[in-house]
T-cell receptor
Framework: KNEVEQSPQNLTAQEGEFITINCSYS?????LHWLQQHPGGGIVSLFM???GKKKHGRLIATINIQEKHSSLHITASHPRDSAVYIC?????????????FGKGTKLSVKP | KAGVTQTPRYLIKTRGQQVTLSCSPI?????VSWYQQTPGQGLQFLFE???????NKGNFPGRFSGRQFSNSRSEMNVSTLELGDSALYLC???????????FGNGTRLTVT
């Protein structure tokens, strides 16, 4: 079982829809990152969270440390949001300090 | 402010050769980390350096190594290349250990 699980793997939405991507992890963490990767490879860091909630424009990220779960929400989705969204955690314990990545969620927003 | 620069962008090598990839972090960033991305395995952590010291290492064979210089620039080396080493290699810099990551555009390595 992967230490970081994302759902869904693929997501197709219509422009304007509210989108939620989920990330569950099984290790103790010091921080969780949400990343965006567009075709061509470039990765952009969207959020780094250790507790609570953060908002940037139409993007909102939340984390529940007790439940080991984080969500990334996109409000009023737009075709330019089409990308792969990747959750990564910085682990404690046996892999202390290592970044562990989810497999990513491929989002396609149709006009 | 210039972003994270990785060189070269593309590289083709033959099995058994070795390769060195370079990463120049954002000015003022002291932490540099390296990642391998393949279609099958996704993104995997290779290692992380902070102020010239390797802080963490992922689960890769000893053929993968790296170093960081006093100006925070970093290099990673892969010796005795295998076909399975074909991948996109990404580096990221951050101001400190638990700060947001800034990624370079990557080096795409093809081993034939």
């Amino acid at each position: 079982k992967n230490e970081v699980e994302q759902s869904p793997q693929n997501l197709t939405a219509q422009e304007g829809e509210f989108i939620t991507i989920n990330c569950s992890y099984s290790v103790g963490i010091s921080a969780l990152h949400w990343l965006q990767q567009h075709p061509g490879g470039g990765i952009v860091s969207l959020f780094m969270l250790s507790s609570g909630k953060k908002k940037h424009g139409r993007l909102i990220a939340t984390i529940n440390i007790q439940e080991k779960h984080s969500s990334l929400h996109i409000t009023a989705s737009h075709p330019r949001d089409s990308a792969v969204y990747i959750c990564a955690v910085r682990a404690y314990g046996g892999s202390q300090g290592n970044l562990i990545f989810g497999k990513g969620t491929k989002l396609s927003v149709k006009p | 402010k210039a972003g994270v620069t990785q060189t070269p962008r593309y590289l083709i090598k033959t099995r058994g050769q070795q390769v060195t990839l370079s990463c120049s972090p954002i000015s003022g960033h002291r932490s540099v980390s390296w990642y391998q991305q393949t279609p099958g395995q996704g993104l995997q952590f290779l290692f992380e350096y902070f102020s010239e010291t390797q802080r963490n290492k992922g689960n890769f064979p000893g053929r993968f190594s790296g170093r960081q210089f006093s100006n925070s620039r970093s290099e990673m080396n892969v010796s005795t290349l295998e076909l399975g080493d074909s991948a996109l290699y990404l580096c990221a810099s951050s101001f400190s250990y638990n700060s947001p990551l800034h990624f370079g555009n990557g080096t795409r390595l093809t081993v034939t």
